[in-house]
C-alpha cells in the first residue's frame, strides 16, 4: 500500500512542476515606445496611422504610432500599455472564437540547438502586414488576414550565437520622415540578433537597408572586446527615439568578472551610424565609443530586457539588470554600485543620464530589472510604472525619476558572513502595491506525500533563510524568495488605461542557492570552453563559474525536490491580479495556470484545476473588457474578465505559449494573436506557429 | 496490492493473511523512515508531527502484524492526529491538504479493510 498511496497522492496532487523561467539577466526586452495618447478609434488604415506628437526637434521627429488596428510596438501602444482600444471581441462573445489561421515559421531547432528554444516573439502589425522574428533571428512579414508569407530575410545566425535560449523577442519599426512613400526603407524593420548584430530591411521587402550600416547590419561587437559566440547577444526589440535605436544586450550571466560590458548605444536609425554610448562606468569617456585601442568597461550591469521611448520627453528609459557576477559584489566598483537593478532614463539624442532610480542595493540576488516600464498619466503627472522581480510596483515621475507611489524601506537586515562589509542591510519597497507574498515558513513545505514533504521540511531548516533579502552563503544553502524568475519578468504588465486597472501576472517560486567554493567549481567560463563543448542551456546559474569572484554558485531554480522534482513549496507557483490604479489596492488575484500537464513522473494528469503553474509572458487588455494571456506552462491561451478574473474561453496551444499576446483589425475584424514556440527553461513544447483567433464571420 | 488485503472466505484462524502482513510491514518501513526523519526534523527545531506520526505508524505496523486488533484504533489515532495537525496547519488550502492528507487517508482505509480479519484471526501477543 505504500507505494500506492504516495502514486495515488500524487495523482490527485498533479503537481506542478514546472517552473521558472526566467532567467536572469539574459533574455529579454522588448521594445519602444514612444509616447502616444491613446485613443479609441482605431487608427485610420492600412498604412498606418501616425499621429505626429510633439515633434521633439527638427527633422528628427518620429511618427508616433497608434494602437487600435495595427499593433505597432512591442508593447501596443508608445507606451507599451498592452492595452488594445479594439472592443469587438467582448466578455459576452468571447467564447465563439475560433482559429483563423496559422503561421509556421519554419525554424526549429537542429543539431546544437535542441533544447535551447524559447522564442518568446510578439509581432508586430502595421498596416496589413504582421512583422516578426523567429528564434534564429529571421525576419518575416505575413498577411494579417490570411497568414499568408510576404517576404523572409534570414541574417544566418549560427547556433553558437546561442547565448542561454534562442530568444528574439519582437522588433521594431521605424519611419524615415524625411523619405518619399516608396523610397526604399522609408520603413524599415530593425532587430537585434543573438550574434550582436543591428539588422535593418525594409518593410515592404524585406530587403536589406543599404544605407544602414554596412549593408544593412552594425556589428554590436564593435568595442566590447573578444568575441565569444554566446556570450554576448540581443533578444530584445530596441527602443528607438527621435530617430536614435537604443539597444543593450544580454551579456550571458554568472561567467567571469571580466565579461562583455554592459554599455547601452543609440545608433542612427537611417545610417547605423553611433550616435552615443552610455558606459555606466565611464560615461563622458566612453560617450561615443572607447579610446583607441580599449573597449567599454568590462562586466557592468547590462540591459537584456526592452527600454521604453519617450519621444515627447526624448528620453528612453533602461531597465538595467545587475552585474555580470551576480552573487557576489566586493569586487563591484561604485559605478556598478550605483547603477546595478536600477531603471535609468537617458537623453536619447545624447545619451547622458537624466535621472535613475535604484531597485535593490548591492544585488547579490540576480534581481534584474526584466520587466519594461510603461508610460502613463498618474493624477495628472506624467509617469512610469515599472515592476520588479521582487514583485514590488513603482510609479515615478517621468521627468525626475522621483517616486509618485510611496516607498518604503526595510532596514536591519541580515548581512550574512560571505561579505557583511558589502550586503546592504536595508532597501527600497513599494508600499504601493507588491505581488510578493509573505516570507516562506516550514509550513510552506510541499511534496506528493508525507515523505518528501518531510525532506522539504529538512531542507528548510538545514538553509539559511531570515526571510527576504536572505544574503548569500556558502557553509549551507540559503533560500532566495522570491526567486529570480519575478515577481513580474519580462512579459510585464498590461495597464488598461480606461478603466484604471493594471494586470499584472507573477511567479511565486523561490530558489534554493549556494555559493560554491572556487575549489570545487567544475565549470568553466564561456570563454574558456573548448570549441566543440556545449556552452550549456542549463537553468541560469544552475552551475556557474563567476570566475574572478571567490566563489561559483548554484541555483536549484524553483526549489525542486532533489529526487522526485517535484516542488518543496506549495501551489500555487504563478499567479494573475487585478490592481486599481487609483489607489493600489487588489481587485482580484486568482492563480494561473492548470495542473493538466503536470503530475508525478512527468505524466500529465489533465486535472483542469487551477494549480497556478510558473509563467512567462505578459498579458494585453481591450477595450471590449478582456485579457488575453498564455504565460503559463499548461500551454493554454486564455481570455478572462477584467472585472472578474474569470476565465470566460480557453484553448490549447501546440506548444507552449511563453510570449506577449497581440491583438489587432483587419477589414473590420479583431484577431488575438500570440505565438506557440515552447520554451526550455519553462519546458514547454517547442514549436514554431503564430497563430490567430477572430470571430466567426456571419 | 489493495486486493490482498480483502479478508479471505475460507477459515484462517492460524495461517498467515498476507494481506495484513504486507500491510503490516509497509506501515512499519514508512513508519520507520517517518520517524527518522522526524526526529531530524524535530533535531533541527522543526515540526513535531513527523516523529510522533512516524512512531503511531511504527506501532500501527507492529500490531498488525501480530493480528491485534489494537492496530486498527492505534492508527485511528494516528489519523485523527493528522487531520487535526493538518488543518490547524493549513486549514482549507487543499493543494496544502494533498501531501498531509491523501496517503494518510489512503493506508486509514487498507487498515480498516484489515478488520474483518484480525476479528477472525487470533492475535498473537
Known amino acids: 500500500m505504500t507505494r500506492i498511496s504516495p502514486f495515488a497522492a500524487a495523482l490527485l496532487m498533479a503537481g506542478t512542476f514546472p517552473l521558472h523561467a526566467q532567467q536572469t539577466g539574459t533574455d529579454t526586452p522588448q521594445n519602444p515606445p514612444a509616447e502616444a495618447p491613446q485613443s479609441d478609434a482605431v487608427s485610420e488604415s492600412a498604412a498606418q496611422a501616425e499621429t505626429d506628437s510633439a515633434p521633439p526637434s527638427e527633422d528628427v521627429a518620429q511618427i508616433v504610432r497608434e494602437v487600435g488596428s495595427d499593433w505597432p510596438y512591442w508593447g501596443g501602444d508608445a507606451d507599451a500599455t498592452r492595452y488594445s482600444p479594439l472592443d469587438q471581441i467582448t466578455r459576452d462573445n468571447v467564447a465563439r472564437l475560433e482559429q483563423v489561421f496559422t503561421f509556421h515559421t519554419g525554424d526549429l531547432p537542429e543539431g546544437t540547438a535542441e533544447g535551447k528554444y524559447s522564442p518568446e516573439v510578439t509581432p508586430l502589425k502595421i498596416g496589413d502586414d504582421l512583422l516578426m522574428c523567429s528564434a534564429m533571428n529571421i525576419l518575416i512579414s505575413v498577411d494579417a488576414a490570411t497568414g499568408e508569407e510576404n517576404w523572409r530575410f534570414n541574417p544566418g545566425v549560427p547556433n553558437e550565437a546561442i547565448p542561454y535560449g534562442a530568444t528574439c523577442r519582437g522588433v521594431s519599426v521605424y519611419t524615415n520622415p524625411q523619405a518619399a512613400e516608396g523610397d526604399a526603407c522609408a520603413t524599415r524593420v530593425i532587430q537585434g540578433t543573438l550574434d550582436a548584430k543591428l539588422v535593418a530591411v525594409d518593410l515592404e521587402t524585406g530587403a536589406p537597408c543599404e544605407d544602414f550600416g554596412e549593408n544593412g547590419t552594425v556589428d554590436l561587437w564593435q568595442d566590447v572586446g573578444e568575441r565569444v559566440p554566446g556570450w554576448y547577444a540581443v533578444t530584445a526589440p530596441p527602443a528607438i527615439v527621435r530617430g536614435i535605436v537604443v539597444t543593450g544586450a544580454q551579456v550571458k550571466d554568472g561567467q567571469a568578472e571580466d565579461a562583455p560590458s554592459g554599455v547601452v548605444r543609440g545608433y542612427d536609425a537611417l545610417t547605423g551610424e553611433l550616435a552615443w554610448a552610455w558606459d555606466l562606468a565611464a560615461p563622458e569617456q566612453n560617450r561615443n565609443g572607447p579610446p583607441e585601442g580599449e573597449v567599454y568597461t568590462r562586466g557592468t550591469p547590462n540591459m537584456w530586457t526592452t527600454a521604453t521611448a519617450d519621444e515627447e520627453l526624448g528620453y528612453v528609459y533602461l531597465p538595467m539588470g545587475n552585474s555580470s557576477v551576480d552573487y557576489y559584489g566586493s569586487n563591484r566598483s561604485e559605478a556598478e554600485n550605483e547603477y546595478a537593478t536600477s531603471l535609468v532614463a537617458l537623453d536619447a539624442t545624447t545619451g547622458e543620464e537624466v535621472w535613475h532610480f535604484q531597485t535593490v542595493r548591492r544585488d547579490v540576488w540576480d534581481y534584474d530589472l526584466g520587466s519594461q516600464a510603461t508610460l502613463l498619466d498618474y493624477q495628472g503627472t506624467p509617469a512610469i510604472l515599472l515592476p520588479s522581480k521582487q514583485g514590488d510596483i513603482y510609479i515615478l515621475d517621468r521627468a525626475t525619476g522621483e517616486p509618485l507611489t510611496p516607498v518604503g524601506e526595510l532596514s536591519d537586515l541580515p548581512k550574512g558572513e560571505i561579505e557583511p562589509d558589502f550586503v546592504s542591510d536595508t532597501q527600497p519597497v513599494s508600499e504601493w502595491h507588491t505581488l510578493r507574498k509573505d516570507d516562506l515558513t516550514e509550513k510552506d513545505m510541499w511534496g506528493f506525500t508525507p515523505i518528501d514533504q518531510l525532506w522539504c521540511r529538512i531542507q528548510f531548516h538545514r538553509a539559511n533563510y531570515d526571510g527576504f533579502y536572505t544574503p548569500p552563503s556558502s557553509d549551507k544553502p540559503w533560500i532566495q524568495y522570491p526567486g529570480y524568475n519575478g515577481g513580474s519578468d519580462w512579459g510585464s504588465v498590461a495597464v488598461d488605461t480606461e478603466r484604471g486597472i493594471l494586470i499584472a501576472n507573477y511567479n511565486d517560486v523561490p530558489n534554493y542557492n549556494r555559493l560554491v567554493p572556487r575549489d570545487e567549481v567544475t565549470s568553466q567560463p564561456i570563454h574558456k570552453k573548448g570549441a566543440g563543448e556545449d556552452s550549456g542551456s542549463n537553468a541560469e546559474g544552475a552551475a556557474d563559474p563567476q570566475e574572478g569572484a571567490p566563489y561559483g554558485i548554484s541555483v536549484n531554480a524553483g526549489w525542486r525536490n532533489d529526487v522526485t522534482g517535484v516542488p518543496c513549496t506549495r501551489p500555487p507557483y504563478g499567479g494573475i491580479r487585478a490592481i486599481d490604479l487609483a489607489t493600489g489596492e487588489t481587485l482580484w488575484d486568482r492563480p494561473i495556470g492548470t495542473a493538466r500537464r503536470n503530475g508525478p513522473f512527468g505524466i500529465p494528469s489533465f486535472l483542469p484545476f487551477d494549480i497556478g503553474t510558473p509563467n512567462n509572458g505578459g498579458s494585453v487588455v481591450t477595450a471590449g473588457g478582456l485579457v488575453f494571456i498564455a504565460a503559463a506552462t499548461d500551454n493554454l491561451f486564455r481570455a478572462i474578465d477584467i472585472e472578474t478574473g474569470e476565465t470566460l474561453w480557453s484553448t490549447v496551444l501546440p506548444a507552449g505559449g511563453q510570449a506577449n499576446p497581440i491583438t489587432y483589425e483587419v477589414d473590420g475584424r479583431q484577431y488575438v494573436m500570440v505565438s506557440a514556440m515552447g520554451h526550455h527553461f519553462m519546458e514547454t513544447p517547442v514549436g514554431d506557429e503564430v497563430i490567430a483567433w477572430a470571430l466567426p464571420e456571419d | ?125
Open chain 2, 1 to 125: 496490492m489493495s486486493d490482498t488485503t480483502a479478508p479471505p472466505n475460507h477459515a484462517t484462524t492460524h495461517s498467515t493473511i498476507w494481506g495484513v502482513k504486507i500491510l503490516g510491514w509497509v506501515n512499519v518501513l514508512l513508519g520507520a523512515v517517518i520517524f527518522i526523519g522526524g526526529v531530524w526534523l524535530i533535531a533541527l527545531g522543526g515540526s513535531w508531527y513527523y516523529g510522533l506520526a512516524g512512531l503511531g505508524l511504527l506501532v500501527t505496523g507492529i500490531l498488525l502484524n501480530r493480528y491485534m486488533i489494537e492496530a486498527i484504533w492505534a492508527y485511528l489515532i494516528v489519523w485523527l492526529g493528522t487531520l487535526a495537525w493538518a488543518w490547524w496547519e493549513v486549514g482549507a488550502d487543499w493543494w496544502a491538504q494533498v501531501p498531509r492528507l491523501v496517503a494518510p487517508t489512503l493506508i486509514l482505509v487498507l487498515v480498516l479493510l484489515c478488520i474483518p480479519a484480525l476479528r477472525r484471526h487470533p492475535s498473537k501477543i
